[in-house]
């Protein structure tokens, strides 16, 4: 197995149970045992850094390293530098995080359920491509436009999450829900439009003038 | 095979490994703890697991307390998984109902001064380990056939050696050489120490028989630029003077060699006075010129220093070699060797050292933090003994360099996916296990490729290398660890592809099928990385033995 192995979602999921801290330690790049699994684990994880940071989770706590097995000081180095890292960040959701606990588990679910998602996938998945020779219109992003990109998916997936999120513990109007979650209620709008093209809420019912959205239940 | 409703029994297994895990870690204490770890049924302590004893444990307790899962906590799975594997399998129990917990390497090495952490850190792995062994699942491995052909990579002594130890066996050998002639280091050398062998006539010797084997084909001025494929189906394309060849290879053995540093700006190295070992191999074999009467030797140059932290281990014998050399081809010559360390290993090696006491070559031991200087007409070094400087004079400043690895080891490393080290020199699969293996099955080494060597180690490689590879030609397949990706959920695949791009074996690939485009595995060529599984947005890829429930699970057994 390989770092390229991997997956996000089982690192939010982790965060989630109360994990303080993650250190993934791979191949060096050109040295891959898998060829170039190490190139996906950091695509995954620089995003998942990403994300992790934008519930909330002070990102220091995941950490993708490269070393090679014939560098044992090196790894000992990386290792007790890591850990003093998390030592002084304290257990997750405390004071070294934005958001405290219990809130960061629910905004870390959130996350969790971005992660599996489609669309950050997908992305993640083409990153390659997309840094070396573009999408399919042919525009070619830079690093840092790439990485833009991915900021405003990770914002628009969570509050999708957030969202569906909130209206499993009943039906609710978009007033109501940019409230609760603090978004503004014209994005908060956009996003349930989509979703209920999507087919996964819809209208409950009309309370005065005021729209009440819920939950369709997806089979897995 | 037990099905999934039957009871999870698992057995777990604590190695002693003598006194380097019992040495470190509380012992009784895990035992105690694994115990009482959910579906474990037995736990036993042995001094090692890995002795013939300590297997006909583990099989005693698949037998008679009816265990459906192992759990070994002990050294490392790298060399030792193998082992129990089969073990179990000789047990009756699939081999793919075992795990290995690694308490040794990464815990009681590491934590030797500290019994209770970790005796908690090993309880942390013991517990995920059981936790990933309830969710195990039994596979079936997976055959293949080999195409019986080896390629050697190489054609010095090491790569003849192990060409003609295949073609003695009739097995066809293609041999890549990048050079016009086939011979490496041999081809610039005088006499070989320490039986003063002519080089040329061994060379000459092993390139006839090379040449005239009809199992063998040679390319000289060629290099190989692509290699696909996997052990037993290897397609290589080689670039040769006659054109681009593409041959079916079943095995790869990589002899690449070395080469002499060239120590430019040290010393004053000109080549001309100041010489290298092997432009002095060059000066004997034309015969030395009579006008040279003193010659000072200086080894360790470039080497041993904190670039190259290395000893090149052979230079030793080369200058003593070639001390002698002179004196006897100008019997009046003076010759001083100025050393840190003399490395003289092996009987022969020893005895010449001798010798050359007896045939007055001269030893001065220096110290790198106060190191000889070469000038105009001697060499001046500081002599400890006598407590001063003393000058030497010189004709001829002979510098002692160290063999360093080719420069294009990246490049063939890269395309065969096997490991160099620091240095640059190719790396195997494990110093003692596997010394003329990497750890890619298929692919094989010696030679100077790995670290320097002399000609007996050279040729005792190329031979080994060659008996190694030869296994599986002579078998005619090979069997596949079952540790790879499957389409566990293959109604979720939408056969989009993104996978197969980014799978670095070339191992997936979109089929048409009764339920449309669906991705579908070629299993001999999987290594089992998981890209493909953790990059799937349809989660519908899974790698066997590493599936997202196990991992889920060992997560959740070190968090609580
Ligand atoms: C100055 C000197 C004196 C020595 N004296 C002695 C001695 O007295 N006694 C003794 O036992 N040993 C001696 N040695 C050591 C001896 O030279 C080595 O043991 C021997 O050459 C190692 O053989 P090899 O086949 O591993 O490598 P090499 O001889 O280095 O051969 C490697 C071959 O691979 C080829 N090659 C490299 N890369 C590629 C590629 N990418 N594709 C295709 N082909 C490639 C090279 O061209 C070369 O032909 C001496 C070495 C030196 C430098």
Redesign the pocket.
């Known amino acids: 197995m390989c770092t390229g192995r991997v997956d996000p979602v089982i690192v939010a999921e982790a965060f989630k149970k109360g994990l303080d801290g993650l250190l993934v330690v791979g191949c060096h790049f050109g040295e891959c045992n898998y060829v170039s699994g190490n190139f996906q684990a950091k695509a995954k994880l620089d995003m998942t850094r990403r994300l992790i940071k934008h519930v909330g989770v002070n990102e220091e706590r995941l950490s993708f390293q490269q070393c090679s097995s014939g560098e044992g000081a090196l790894f000992a180095e990386i290792v007790g530098k890591f850990s003093k890292t998390i030592r002084e960040l304290g257990p997750i959701g405390g004071d070294g995080d934005r958001v405290k606990a219990p809130e960061i588990f629910k905004k870390l679910e959130a996350a969790e359920a971005v992660l599996a998602g489609e669309k950050i996938r997908w992305v993640i998945g083409k990153r390659t491509p997309f840094i070396e020779s573009g999408n399919m219109y042919g525009e070619v992003f830079t690093e840092h436009e790439f990485n833009r990109a991915i900021d405003m998916i990770i914002v628009e997936e969570i509050e999708v999450q957030e969202i569906l999120g909130k209206l499993k513990e009943g039906a609710q109007s978009v007033k109501d829900l940019a409230k609760a979650l603090s978004i503004p209620s014209e994005r908060v709008f956009r996003n349930i439009t989509a979703l209920k093209r999507k087919g996964m809420i819809k209208l409950e019912k009309v309370s005065g003038r005021t729209p009440i959205f819920q939950l369709v239940p997806q089979e897995v | 095979m037990p099905d999934k409703k039957e009871d999870i029994r698992i057995g777990v297994f604590l190695c002693h490994c003598g006194s380097n895990i019992a040495g470190y870690l509380n012992m009784e204490e895990l035992e105690e703890f694994s115990k009482k770890l959910p579906h474990v049924t037995f736990v036993q302590r042995n001094l090692y697991s890995c002795s013939e004893g300590g297997i006909n444990e583990i099989k005693k307790g698949i037998k008679e307390q009816n265990l459906n899962r192992v759990v070994v906590a002990s050294c490392t799975p790298r060399t030792h998984e193998p082992l129990f594997r089969s073990s179990c399998g000789e047990a009756g129990l699939n081999p793919y109902l075992f795990e290995m917990v690694n308490i040794r390497d990464q815990c009681s090495w590491v934590h030797m001064q500290e019994k209770e952490d970790g005796t908690t850190k090993a309880k942390d792995l013991i517990r995920m380990g059981v936790a990933k062994a309830a969710l195990l699942e039994p596979q079936e491995p997976i055959m293949s056939e080999v195409q019986i052909r080896a390629l050697v990579?190489?054609?010095?002594?090491?790569?003849?050696?192990a060409t003609l130890a295949f073609a003695n066996r009739g097995y066809e050998v293609v041999l890549?050489?990048?050079?016009e002639?086939?011979?490496?280091?041999?081809?610039?050398?005088s006499?070989?120490?320490?039986t003063m062998t002519d080089?040329s006539a061994l060379a000459e010797e092993k390139v006839r028989a090379v040449t005239g084997h009809s199992k063998i084909t040679v390319f000289t001025k060629?290099?190989?630029t692509l290699v696909q494929g996997f052990i037993g189906k290897y397609k290589v394309d080689i670039e040769t003077e006659s054109g681009n060849k593409n041959i079916d290879i079943g095995v790869i053995v990589v002899?690449?060699?070395?080469?002499?540093f060239v120590p430019e700006g040290l010393y004053g190295y000109d080549g001309k006075r100041v010489i290298?070992?092997?432009e002095?191999?060059v000066l004997l074999k034309n015969g030395l010129a009579s006008a040279i009467k003193n010659v000072v030797m200086i080894q360790c140059v470039g080497s041993r220093n904190e670039e190259r932290p290395y000893c090149s281990r052979?230079?030793c014998?080369?200058a003593v070699?070639?001390a002698m050399l002179i004196r006897e081809q100008n019997p009046d010559a003076k010759v001083s060797i100025l050393y840190r360390d003399m490395q003289m290993y092996g009987v022969e090696n020893e005895e010449m050292f001798r010798d050359s006491k007896v045939k007055r070559v001269r030893y001065i031991n220096y110290d790198p933090a106060n190191p000889p200087e070469v000038e105009p007409d001697n060499v001046r070094v500081y002599h400890a003994l006598l407590g001063r400087d003393m000058d030497l004079a010189a004709d001829l400043v002979v510098l002692?360099?160290p063999?360093v690895a080719?420069d294009?080891?990246n490049?063939?490393s890269q395309l065969l996916r096997v490991p160099i080290d620091e240095n640059g020199f190719f790396m195997e699969g494990h110093v003692k296990l596997k010394p003329l293996d990497f750890a890619t099955s298929g692919i094989f080494l010696?030679?100077?490729?790995r670290f320097?060597?002399?000609?007996?180690?050279?040729v005792a490689?190329?031979l080994g290398a060659a008996s190694r590879a030869s296994i599986p030609l002579a078998k005619g397949s090979v069997v596949v660890e079952p540790i790879i990706s499957v389409l566990a959920n293959e109604d979720a695949c939408r056969g989009c592809g993104l996978c197969v791009a980014l799978c670095p074996y070339g191992a997936l690939e979109i089929q048409n099928t009764e339920k449309g485009r669906k991705v579908h595995v070629i299993d001999v060529a999987c290594k089992g990385c998981g890209v493909c599984a953790a990059t799937c947005y349809q989660h519908a890829l899974s790698i066997n033995s590493f599936t997202d429930k196990q991992i889920e699970a060992q997560v959740e057994a070190f968090l609580n």
């Open positions: 990579i190489g054609g010095g002594i090491a790569g003849m050696t890549v050489e990048k050079e002639a086939l011979g490496g280091m041999l081809n610039h050398l006499k070989l120490g320490p080089a060629a290099k190989v002899a690449t060699g070395g080469r002499a290298t070992q092997l002095l191999e052979i230079c014998q080369t070699k070639n002692s360099t063999i080719q294009d080891a490049v063939v010696c030679g100077s490729a320097p060597a002399n000609i007996r180690e050279a490689q190329g």
